[in-house]
T-cell receptor, first 113, second 113 residues
């Protein structure tokens, strides 16, 4: 039972354009959401997070949007750069579950020069 | 230069042998975690420790054991009871047990033949 779903296994965008990565969740108890970036054979790197009391969080080129009614969040990368090519994981947690992170399966982003 | 180190990067073992994966952090983080990643899969939690001398099973603890005798160290032993040990193993830490953001080491690729 996949509580965090990233329905697009891969995404390809042109350098300079916007990349939008999507994540859906089923557990309404989740109160915190995180995005991680992962290169092959390396550990994930924390990118950005959002609390369920907010609907947007921005950090430089990265913005995360949360739509609680739709149980959907998205990561926007503007402008996309070739170095952004990686696998992006969405994760969710709630205080009632010891804040254990529940992970999606990832979306592989390719940014073409 | 603070961070999480995992050694070795690649590890090969024969079936039936126990093997211990190292994880050390100098971030002064209280909590540490072990995950496993398989191809095309999200991260799955094996064990976690919120404080020294304490640890809890994650979602896939069978065939694994851990210890947390020092704050900086959280070694994972893959025992011969683990049916499919070949995988990419990731260690992570967070500032304290109540923190959502986790920071990852570079990972160890274990191959058992």
């Amino acid at each position: 039972d996949q509580q965090v779903k990233q329905n697009s296994p891969s995404l390809s965008v042109q350098e300079g354009r916007i990349s939008i990565l999507n994540c859906d969740y089923t557990n309404s108890m989740f109160d915190y959401f995180l995005w991680y970036k992962k290169y092959p054979a390396e550990g994930p790197t924390f990118l950005i997070s959002i609390s369920s009391i907010k609907d947007k969080n921005e950090d430089g080129r990265f913005t995360v949007f949360l739509n609680k009614s739709a149980k959907h969040l998205s990561l926007h990368i503007v402008p996309s750069q070739p170095g952004d090519s990686a696998v992006y994981f969405c994760a969710a947690a709630n205080a009632g579950n010891n804040r254990k992170l529940i992970w999606g399966l990832g979306t592989s982003l390719g940014v073409n020069p | 230069d603070g961070g999480i180190t995992q050694s070795p990067k690649y590890l090969f073992r024969k079936e039936g042998q126990n093997v211990t994966l190292s994880c050390e952090q100098n971030l002064n983080h209280d909590a540490m975690y072990w995950y496993r990643q398989d191809p095309g899969q999200g991260l799955r939690l094996i064990y976690y420790s919120q404080i020294v001398n304490d640890f809890q099973k994650g979602d896939i603890a069978e065939g694994y054991s851990v210890s947390r005798e020092k704050k900086e160290s959280f070694p994972l032993t893959v025992t011969s009871a683990q049916k499919n040990p070949t995988a990419f193993y990731l260690c992570a830490s967070s500032i304290r047990a109540g923190t959502y953001e986790q920071y990852f080491g570079p990972g160890t690729r274990l191959t058992v033949t």
